[in-house]
């Protein structure tokens, strides 16, 4: 089945310095999500890419999709301690019978050091 | 608030019992997905229903069943438990059928379940 793979599984950094996770599907995808989870919280959906090379911004947060379509990245510029929690992102593809299946990487935990 | 409610919060059990978590969407949403999220695995994606129907099933164990009732909320059943079923699962809602592709997943609190 899909697999999405996501890198590093642990970030620590100084506050004030930048943060990139990456993320790779085994297939291509019809779109990306990303999520964060907040300590002892839950998932809370970020943004979604949906075209090849598609790039968004949000204040300090860039995400970027792939050409091909099979991999992302989301960049963090300047982190604050308010960005502490686990990235994760989510490839959507088809799982057949007419439905489109979200599969979670594992996340990368990040941890900024005041 | 997701406006996604799941309970209980937490549940402590024996192994070879048997539970069922309870999930209620946000209003208006009709697909319901369950995620297992076990220390350092991510979120598994078990089982998708939309409106009462099984959409999707993913890495979810035969001693795991799940149902959406016609008031759409939902219940997972966990029997046979054993140690390393402890984990936390989340229910997420959304209101797009699964043959959408533009879907934004609402995430319930989850419901920490241990096995001892």
């Known amino acids: 089945g899909q697999q999405v793979m996501q890198i590093p599984q642990y970030q620590h950094v100084q506050e004030g310095e930048d943060f990139t996770t990456y993320c790779n599907s085994s297939?291509?995808?019809?779109?990306i999500q990303w999520y964060k989870q907040r300590p002892g919280g839950h998932p809370v959906f970020l943004i979604q890419?949906?075209?090849?090379?598609e790039v968004k911004k949000q204040k300090r947060l860039t995400f970027q999709f792939g050409e091909a379509k099979k991999n992302s990245s989301l960049h963090i510029t300047a982190t604050q301690t308010t960005d502490v929690g686990t990235y994760f992102c989510?490839?959507?593809?088809?799982?057949?019978?007419?439905?489109?299946?979200?599969?979670f990487g594992k996340g990368t935990k990040l941890s900024v050091i005041p | 608030d997701s406006g996604v409610t799941q309970t209980p919060k937490h549940l402590i059990t024996a192994t070879g019992q048997r539970v069922t978590l309870r999930c209620s969407p946000r209003?208006?949403?009709?697909?319901v997905y369950w995620y297992q999220q076990s220390l350092d695995q991510g979120l598994q994606f078990l089982i998708q229903?939309?409106?009462?129907?099984?959409?999707a099933k993913g890495n979810i164990l035969e001693r795991f069943s799940a149902q959406q009732f016609p008031d759409l909320h939902s219940e997972l059943n966990l029997s046979s438990l054993e140690l390393g079923d402890s984990a936390l699962y989340f229910c997420?809602?959304?209101?797009?059928?699964?043959?959408?592709?533009?879907?934004?997943?609402?995430f319930g609190q989850g419901t920490r379940l241990t096995v001892v």
């Open positions: 297939t291509t995808l019809s779109n």
């Open positions: 997420a809602s959304s209101v797009d059928p699964p043959d959408r592709l533009n879907t934004e997943a609402f």
């Open positions: 989510a490839g959507r593809s088809y799982s057949g019978a007419g439905s489109y299946q979200l599969t």
């Open positions: 209003s208006g949403d009709l697909s």
């Open positions: 229903y939309y409106n009462g129907e099984e959409r």
């Open positions: 890419l949906v075209k090849s090379g």
